[in-house]
Each structure stands twice: as structure tokens, then as C-alpha cells.
């Protein structure tokens, strides 16, 4: 990674003020960054840890405000999706998408880059995980409000390969570049370690961007979530004996990969001039898994505790007044609340009630009058985490209802039904094992209060103490009063049958889990070998998107002719020289020998192509009239690298 030789400033420039295009009267809108790290456990994180290795983030946070209940949900698309819809998961979706599946972020929703670009003028780029859908191109994120999209639409591929096994597809490559890929053709390059991908595409967008339009940059790198990998051009930072053990290690020398990208990326925004007005937030879209650690919090990912939802983060901005600067937010935020906080500050002014039409209203609540210090409350004094999962939720007596949900009113937290992963990580996890504890299926439920008891050892559900149980009664009957109100506005595609008619509105409560709009969909596995083994969309309908000749309009249409098979040429010899970028694996293929990269090479003829290298069944080649890539910002693919 390039070393960053500064962070950013805290200097704030006023500029002409705007009193136009829905804007409200303020200074011009800042620069936004929204960065959201993946399967990051909440003792994982520098702030949190002191033991973690990570100056870049640790000084942007000590010049900002650490989260301290800041929530999200227990597990990826559903937090993802809340944030860019603003509206809480059991409101937008609560289930987690899967390659291979069709549906998405809601399409009546006004996602939050769109909203940005429309009230306040801003260039919007994502970079990394998307995980809001990717059946139709219409769920994609340039449909959705994003100028640009680099990185995985799906929940998780591989570090190296950048291959997802695809729901019994083949091996499939999740990398889609909205610049080049399309129907039958995705022309990216794979088998590079993502935080150098990731790193040089956020370095693009600063460089390519102009100054005198603001910019929000998501940033969400599918750093640390398993598989935990490491590669030969980023070796383990750290030896095992200050982590404890190699699997700790490799967690934490991929947060120092998190960190590499931020120092770079905020160099590089310093270089032009945009960290002056700048605002950047920093999140964790659910607990840690596996080798993560969420002390002293119990629950992991995948459950309700607060190790699974307690997402770790911070705010850091140009703008925060230096009396709060460096003090902890204690006070309820939800991801969701960052639509309309950044809206707010962006200058959008009134436009920033959006409704979509009335039909879908806003979770999001402005948070800038608690993050600013101008008062220190929470407009948060309830927050439904979950209703009715896996099924609509009723109370009873026995607590026999195979759904769950969990909701927190005041100091208090219920959680109703059995919950998995119930177990208590370590400062020192995975070195020291999880401690098994009651994951709420005695009684069914399990009751908290998070003012004295954070760590969710005390369940409450059957005291008999006046408070308790004037809790419990209040959150049951609050639980209840908004199961009953439950809008389902998830927008799942089942089209099992052509056309699709799937109806999205006569199943209020229970759209969340069908299982016919939630299974596997075979022809995107056609669409992938159309494309030569790339995900993607692969339903079209009626060909509004697409060069299709699909009379149902439900996909994509004939197959291109294949590429003719190259002739056989003998064996040759192999140069090792890994200054070069990998070729492009989409037109090399998988699993090559070491005669299929020479016939690839000699089509180009030898004086311009020399093949560098056979690894992991890839092909890495040295392009025609390549150098070793010199320009600042860019990374080679050297054995080692150095870190800042």
C-alpha cells in the first residue's frame, strides 16, 4: 500500500452560502466518506483495543466521537440495507441475500446516494460490498443512485480469487465494475488480495474526482469477514506471540489492510484539498464471527445480543465544535439514522423528509443535534430491532412461538426466542474459547437492563421486582402494538413462473422468509457462464435493460456465440516477474496450464506479452508495453509490501 503521510486536517472552510435547490441556508455541503467494515467485532476494533495495530483510524477517531450504542443488525444485507434506505431492517428486510437469489433493497425506496445527488449535487461512488441485490439490473448500484460501483454485489467471495461458490453455480468471480461489465461480459481483472483492488479503486475516485463537487464515497471492503486469508503480497503482520495465536493474528493484520485503505484514502483527499470540509463515519455492519472478538459484550453475529448488534464505530467531521471532540457518544443511534443525519448536513434541507410516496415513511431520525453537542439526548427512546422473524410474533404464556424479535425501551432489552451462537468471547479470542451461555430458549425470553447490566449476564424476564416487570410488561405490549403495524416492504422477486408476477403487497408480516421467493433461481447460473463465469444480473424483464430477444422478458436472453478455442502451441518458458498485474481471468479462464497461458500469450505475440507466472491455476502475464506501474496510488503485486 502507498504510505500516507497525513491525516486529515481540522481546519473548516466556509464557502458561498446556498440558499437554493431545496438546500437549507448553511456552508456547502461536505465531503462524505461512509466506511463499513465487514464482520468486524466490536473488541476488533483500535478504539476498542489498544492491542490492535491501526494509527490511521486511531487518530481520526481520537479527533471524532466513539460510538458506544450505536446499532445494527445481527447480520449483513439487512444492516447494509438500512442504512442506504433509511428505514430500520423489519421496515426494509431482514433477511440475508444470497447469490443466487432474486430480490434487493426495496425499488420504491430513495436510496441515500440518489437522494444526495438529487437534493445537493453530490458525485457518488461505491467501493466494495453492496449486498442490496443483483438479480435485475435495476437493483444494481448505479440503478440505485450510485454514479459508479466497484467491488461485490453479493454477501462474500473469496480475498484472492474473488470467487463465490454461487449457490451451485461454478465457481463464479464476484467483481463487478460498473464502468465495463454488462450482460455477456464483465472485463476485471481477479486473483489480486481485494484491500490492494479496493485501495487503488477508492484512490481513482479521489483522483478522477473534481474538487468543486462534493463527494460521497461508500466505502465497505468485505474486510474481516471470513474467509480469514492473508496472501503471499501481505504476509502476517505480526508474529504470534503478541496476538496469542495465528488465528488472532490473521484478524488483526487484516483490520491493519482496513487501516492501509483508510491511510491512503485520506492522504489522498488531503492531497486535493477535500479533507477541509469533510465528514467521515465509521461502522461495523454486525459483530464478529469465528475469529472475532465482541468483549465484553455477549452474542456474536448471527443473534441479538449485544455483541451481535452493537456495532462499533465512530463520527469523526471538520465540523464537530472542539468542546465535544474526543467525548464517547453514549446514546442510542441506529444505522439507519445516518440517511437523514447526512442528509441534513449535506443542505437538503425539507427535501430530506422523503416518504416515496407516502407509502414507505422514514425510520431516520437526525442525530446532528446529539453528535454536535447541542443537546444530549437520544430522539431514539425505543428501537425495535427485529419483529416477527421467521414468522409473525404473537406473545404467549409459554413462549412456544418459533419466531423472534428483540426490541430495547429505555434502559431495558427483550429478546424473544431462542437465540444461536449464545457465547461470550475474550480479549483474547479465538486464543481463549467462547463461554457457552443461556441463549433465551428456557423461557423463551430474555430480559436486560443494559444500564447496569451490559454484558447481558442477568436475564430479568421472571423477576419479580416492581421495575422489571413494569419493563416487561411495556416492551411486550410495545412489541406487540408494532407487529400489528407491520409494513412489508421488502421487494423479493420469486418468478418462478414467466412473466414474474410475484405480489409483494397482500403479505404484510410474513414477506420476509417465503422460501419460493427466497430459493435459488438456476437460470443465474446460465447468466454466469454467458459471462464467462462472472456474476451478475440475470433477469431482464420486458428488455428494458438488456439486448435481449426473451419474448417473456424474464431473462437474458440467447447466448452469445462462444469465443473460438485457440490452436495448441508447445510449451514455453516462464519469466517470474510479479511487477505485473494478473491477466484477466474472464478471458484466460480457471484452472489453466501451463500451455494454455503460453497459447494466450503468443496470440499476442511474443516481443509483447511474456507470461510471468502460473499461481492458484491463474495465469499472471506482463501486458503489452507494461511497466511496473509507477504512478502513486497504484499497487504492484510484489512479494512483500511495506506498510505505513
Known amino acids: 500500500f502507498r504510505q500516507s503521510k497525513s491525516v486529515m486536517s481540522q481546519t473548516m472552510i466556509l464557502t458561498v452560502l446556498l440558499a437554493t435547490c431545496g438546500r437549507s441556508t448553511r456552508a456547502s455541503p461536505p465531503n462524505i466518506v461512509m466506511f463499513l467494515s465487514d464482520d468486524q467485532g466490536y473488541h476488533d476494533m483500535v478504539f476498542n483495543n489498544p492491542n490492535v495495530t491501526a494509527p490511521h483510524i486511531k487518530a481520526l477517531a481520537a479527533k471524532g466521537r466513539v460510538f458506544r450504542r450505536h446499532y445494527v443488525f445481527k447480520y449483513c444485507s439487512p444492516t447494509r440495507g438500512s442504512l442506504l434506505s433509511g428505514r430500520l431492517p423489519y421496515h426494509a428486510h431482514q433477511w440475508n441475500l444470497d447469490a443466487g437469489r ?64 454461487g449457490q451451485g453455480c461454478v465457481p463464479t468471480v464476484d467483481l463487478w465494475d460498473s464502468r465495463t461489465c454488462g450482460p455477456f461480459q464483465c472485463p476485471v481483472r481477479n486473483g489480486t488480495y481485494e484491500p490492494y483492488l479496493l485501495n487503488e479503486a477508492a484512490l ?62 485520506t492522504a489522498a483527499l488531503a492531497a486535493k484539498g477535500m479533507d477541509k470540509n469533510f465528514v467521515f463515519i465509521y461502522s461495523g455492519d454486525n459483530g464478529g464471527v469465528g475469529s472475532g472478538t465482541n468483549w465484553p459484550f455477549k452474542g456474536t453475529k448471527m443473534n441479538f445480543f449485544e455483541g451481535g448488534i452493537r456495532g462499533g464505530g465512530f463520527f469523526y467531521s471538520t465540523m464537530l465544535p472542539p468542546a465535544v471532540v474526543g467525548q464517547d457518544l453514549t446514546r442510542i443511534i ?9 442528509c441534513r448536513l449535506a443542505g437538503g434541507g425539507s427535501s430530506c423528509d422523503d416518504t416515496a410516496s407516502n407509502t414507505h415513511p422514514l425510520d431516520s431520525l437526525d442525530m446532528w443535534p446529539l453528535i454536535s453537542g447541542a443537546n444530549n439526548t437520544s430522539p431514539r427512546d425505543g428501537l425495535p430491532l427485529v419483529i416477527g422473524y421467521q414468522a409473525d410474533y404473537k406473545f404467549a404464556p409459554t413462549g412456544s412461538d418459533t419466531g423472534t424479535g428483540a426490541l430495547i425501551w429505555g434502559d431495558y432489552k427483550l429478546i424473544a426466542g431462542p437465540q444461536q451462537n449464545a457465547i461470550r468471547t475474550f480479549q483474547d479470542s479465538p486464543c481463549t474459547g467462547a463461554h457457552k451461555e443461556d441463549d433465551c430458549s428456557h423461557d423463551g425470553f ?36 408494532i407487529g400489528d403495524k407491520c409494513r412489508g416492504h421488502t421487494d423479493l422477486e420469486s418468478c418462478n413462473a414467466s412473466p414474474c408476477t410475484w405480489d409483494h403487497v397482500s403479505n404484510v408480516c410474513r414477506v420476509y422468509n417465503l422460501p419460493d421467493a427466497s430459493s435459488d433461481d438456476t437460470r443465474a447460473c446460465v447468466a454466469i457462464a454467458q459471462r464467462h463465469g ?41 519469466t517470474a516477474n510479479l511487477d505485473y498485474y494478473p491477466a484477466h481471468t474472464a478471458e484466460t479462464g480457471h484452472n489453466l496450464t501451463p500451455e494454455a497461458c503460453c497459447a494466450l500469450c503468443k496470440q499476442a505475440g511474443p516481443s509483447t506479452c511474456v507470461v510471468a507466472s502460473i499461481a492458484g491455476g491463474k495465469c ?18 510484489k512479494p512483500t509490501q511495506t506498510l505505513p
Open 446 to 481: 430474555c430480559l436486560y437492563n443494559l444500564a447496569t447490566d451490559p454484558g447481558e449476564q442477568v436475564n430479568l424476564f421472571n423477576s419479580t421486582a416492581p421495575s422489571d416487570a413494569a419493563a416487561r410488561k411495556k416492551l411486550q405490549e410495545y412489541y406487540e402494538a
Open 334 to 342: 441506529h444505522i439507519c439514522d445516518w440517511w437523514m443525519t447526512l
Open 102 to 165: 432474486a430480490g434487493g433493497i426495496n425499488r420504491n425506496f430513495t436510496l441515500l446516494p440518489a437522494k444526495l445527488k438529487a437534493c445537493c449535487g453530490y458525485k457518488t461512488h461505491l467501493v466494495g460490498k453492496f449486498h442490496g441485490g443483483m438479480s435485475h439490473p435495476s437493483y444494481l448500484p448505479t440503478a440505485r443512485g450510485f454514479d459508479t460501483s466497484y467491488g461485490l454485489l453479493s454477501g462474500g467471495h473469496d480475498h484472492i480469487t474473488q470467487e463465490n461458490p
Open 204 to 265: 481513482a475516485v479521489v483522483e478522477a474526482h473534481d474538487p468543486a463537487d462534493p463527494l460521497y464515497l461508500h466505502f465497505t471492503p468485505h474486510m474481516v469477514h471470513s474467509p480469514y486469508e492473508l496472501s503471499p503480497t501481505f504476509p502476517d503482520q505480526f508474529p504470534s506471540g503478541v496476538c496469542g495465536c495465528s488465528q488472532r493474528c490473521t484478524i488483526q493484520s487484516m483490520s491493519n489492510a482496513i487501516d492501509s485503505m483508510i491511510g491512503n484514502l
Open 534 to 574: 462472472y456474476w451478475g444480473p440475470w433477469l431482464a424483464p420486458n428488455c428494458t435493460d438488456w439486448n435481449c430477444t426473451d419474448s417473456h422478458g424474464d431473462g437474458p436472453g440467447p447466448s452469445p456465440p462462444p469465443p473460438p478455442a485457440p490452436a495448441p502451441i508447445p510449451d514455453c518458458n516462464f
Open 620 to 637: 499472471y502475464l506482463k501486458p503489452p508495453g507494461a511497466t511496473p506501474r509507477p504512478k502513486p496510488g497504484t499497487i504492484s503485486c
